[in-house]
């Protein structure tokens, strides 16, 4: 039997090294007349960067590191001058390029002290950036200010406020954290601005029902307040509309069992056939009247970006009502308590109940059975208040939206008592 050959460990760095850079420069030789550093220069200065630090190790010379990046940068100048020297009056100048090559000498080094993970995953995010240029500088051409607002308030909550905020119990329960409490308010501008951002442009009886699937994950209460107020407005809509309404619903269907099982894995034996049960019909329905209804005609829905802070402090208010009170109601009335505490919570966001189920259940308050009861009931009263709403405002969608929402719901509750 032959012994399989150790390769030494700096061989293998730099070949992961030369391959980092020569991924990154097959993006760069997409366009030959601009190529000023292309697959062979970016894959040997990254396969330089294990040397260089092998090199600084065995010498006990750290500074190797430094003149090697030092070089890098000298390089990174050299090509953005070569750029400018031989680039037309009317081009557009970009350091894109140069900006690359000191990146890939940084991954070099990265490789060399053993980060590959980190190497590769930095230069697959690299090369996605730069090989979607056209389609990122359209975006950025088509947001507007409120949007670009929106993006920075996210991020301020996300890399500012977040670290900073305590993570230590505040009830007298001591399941309440101030930081998650957070984290589910960003967690919800994160998926509100996702889809508000990802159905702008989609217009269309297939644009609307796109826009339910998005929307409703993110929030289906509103998404049932303007689908039904579209559909006072228009006959011909009101097929289409009752099937994104739908699509809605499953998609907070599928949301709020995918967050409880996410957080309690356990809880997903007891989810699976309800949720299956009422994702199932509420397709089917949404399907007949998808196939029946104009799904050609040119619908025009114009909806206000989502992202406010507002929005995320009712969301977040309602997360932290409900956990505080589904144990404080566990714990002094009982299994019936902990129920209508869900139902009345998932008639503000039912969301906010199933990560309140899965946390109580994680800290041992509830069994599966009632953890997993709480989020069907969450559901069941999110369905009623999108009932309430869309007959306040249209009896259009009655027997094609309300009622179809009103089986969901009691197929619901019949499958998971059954089950």
């Known amino acids: 039997m032959l012994d399989v050959v150790a390769i030494p460990e700096l061989l293998a760095q730099v070949l992961v090294a030369i391959a980092t850079g020569g991924l990154i420069g097959l993006e ?98 690299l090369v996605v950036i730069l090989a979607e240029k056209e389609r990122l500088h359209g975006y950025v051409k088509g947001i507007t200010d409120e949007e670009l607002r929106d993006s920075l308030t996210l991020g301020a909550l996300v890399f500012i406020l977040y670290p900073i905020v305590p993570a230590e119990p505040v009830d007298p329960y001591g399941v309440l954290s101030l930081q998650e409490v957070l984290l589910f308010g960003i967690f919800v501008l994160l998926i509100e601005f996702t889809a508000y951002v990802s159905m702008r442009n989609l217009g269309g009886s297939r644009g609307l029902a796109v826009t339910g699937t998005l929307a409703g994950g993110a929030n289906s209460f509103a998404t049932a307040g303007v689908l039904a107020r579209f559909a006072s407005q228009s006959r011909e809509a009101l097929d289409p509309t009752s099937a994104a309404l739908l699509l809605a619903t499953v998609s907070m269907i599928v949301r709020n069992a995918g967050i409880a099982v996410v957080l309690a894995t356990a809880l997903f034996w007891a989810l699976w056939q309800p949720v299956a049960a009422m994702a199932v019909l509420a397709v089917g329905v949404a399907a007949v009247l998808w196939h029946r209804g104009d799904v050609a005609a040119e619908l025009d829905l114009e909806l206000e970006s989502p992202l406010s802070l507002r929005s995320a402090l009712q969301f977040a208010t309602a997360y932290a009502a409900i956990l505080v009170a589904s144990v404080g109601a566990q714990a002094w009335i009982g299994d019936l308590g902990l129920y209508a505490t869900a139902f009345a919570g998932g008639l503000v966001s039912s969301a906010a109940v199933a990560v309140s189920a899965a946390t109580v259940f994680n800290d041992g308050g509830v069994g599966v059975e009632q953890a997993a009861g709480m989020v069907v009931l969450g559901i069941v009263a999110s369905l009623t208040a999108k009932i309430i709403l869309v007959e306040l405002l249209t009896d259009r969608m009655r027997w094609r939206a309300a009622a179809p929402m009103a089986a969901i719901g009691v197929v619901g509750v019949l499958v998971f008592v059954l089950t």
Do not use: N
């Open 28 to 125: 760069r030789e997409r366009q030959p007349t601009r190529k000023f550093a292309g697959l062979r220069t970016l894959a040997l200065l990254c396969g330089a960067g294990p040397l260089v630090v092998f090199v600084g190790q065995q010498e006990g010379q750290p500074a190797a590191v430094a003149i090697y990046l030092a070089l890098a940068a000298a390089l990174a100048v050299a090509v953005a001058t070569v750029r400018y020297a031989t680039s037309e009056a009317e081009e557009e100048l970009g350091f894109t390029t140069s900006v690359t090559v000191f990146l890939v000498a940084l991954l070099g080094i990265l490789v060399g002290y053993g980060r590959y993970f980190e190497s590769t995953s930095i230069a697959i995010v």
